[in-house]
């Protein structure tokens, strides 16, 4: 089984995205800590791009923020290795295609598996064009993670039946960001991913409140949080993993 799966072995999961280097990679370090011991059950790790297409304004702030600390992606999976001293929580990075171009897919990958990574998900990488960096992935045993967004109708059955790790199930159209509503009929896009595919899918993008996190865990396999957690590290700085904690222990009791 893959490591990513065994997340959604014992229940609804509830996986909590940060941007790494915001404000540091120290309480980078110490807020993924703090979101296992309340509970999550995969950590979802950005990697900053200066040009981070699929992000909203406060994971864009953040990735500004980070690289302006001087955040790389060395020095990421520094953190990364002093994390799995502790951590033993399956995790992703979520980046973009070009970062992982430019600093070599095999070299990329290769260190991601030795790190203990899981998973690799880029939103602005077509199912199309996968076969880039899929082949390489599957060689180190990470899952490349597909992303089924409310356009994809028409392409479901092939990423659903390609599925690596979970789906990625988009819940509304544009960037992230906390929405009051989501409207997308995404019970009908999980019943035509169940047709094709017994892999886990969970539902991100807008999704802030424990009343939401219910709704969308009552259709899916898991629940991701973004940008609301990100507001953390704006608001409280290196404070933020306690504030991180108490937030990932709510949103779990309500997806349970």
């Known amino acids: 089984m893959s490591n990513i799966k065994k997340a959604f072995d014992h229940g609804k ?33 950005g990697i900053p791009f200066s040009d981070p297409t699929a992000e909203g304004p406060v994971i864009q702030e953040a990735n500004e923020r ?15 290795r002093t994390m799995r001293k502790d951590v033993r929580l399956p995790m992703v990075f979520m980046t973009y295609a070009n970062v992982v171009f430019s600093y070599g ?85 999980l019943a035509m991913v169940r047709q094709y595919t017994d892999t886990p899918a969970a539902i991100g993008f807008g999704i802030s409140t424990p009343e939401q996190a219910k709704r969308m865990a009552e259709i899916s396999d898991g629940v991701i949080v973004g940008s609301a957690i990100v507001k953390l590290f704006k608001e409280h700085g290196r404070e933020a993993p306690v504030y991180v904690g108490e937030y990932v222990e709510k949103m779990k009791k309500a997806v349970l």
Do not use: H, Q
């Open 105 to 189: 897919a095999e070299k990329f990958i290769s260190s991601c598996a030795e790190l203990g990574m899981d998973g690799l998900i880029l939103p602005d990488l077509p199912y199309e064009e996968r076969g880039e960096f899929l082949p390489v992935c599957e060689k180190y045993g990470i899952d490349l993670v597909s992303m089924v967004a409310p356009t994809s109708e028409d392409r479901i059955k092939r990423i659903a039946s390609d599925a690596k790790g979970f789906l990625y199930i988009v819940s509304s159209l544009g960037v992230t960001g906390v929405r009051k509503e989501i409207k997308t009929d995404l019970s009908g896009i």
């Open 13 to 45: 999961a509830f996986i909590p995205f940060m941007t790494c280097g915001d404000p540091d990679l120290e309480t980078t370090i110490e807020a993924v800590k703090a979101a296992e011991n309340a509970g999550a059950d995969l950590i979802e790790l």
């Open 66 to 80: 980070a690289l302006r600390g001087g955040v790389t992606t060395d020095k990421i999976f520094e953190a990364v």
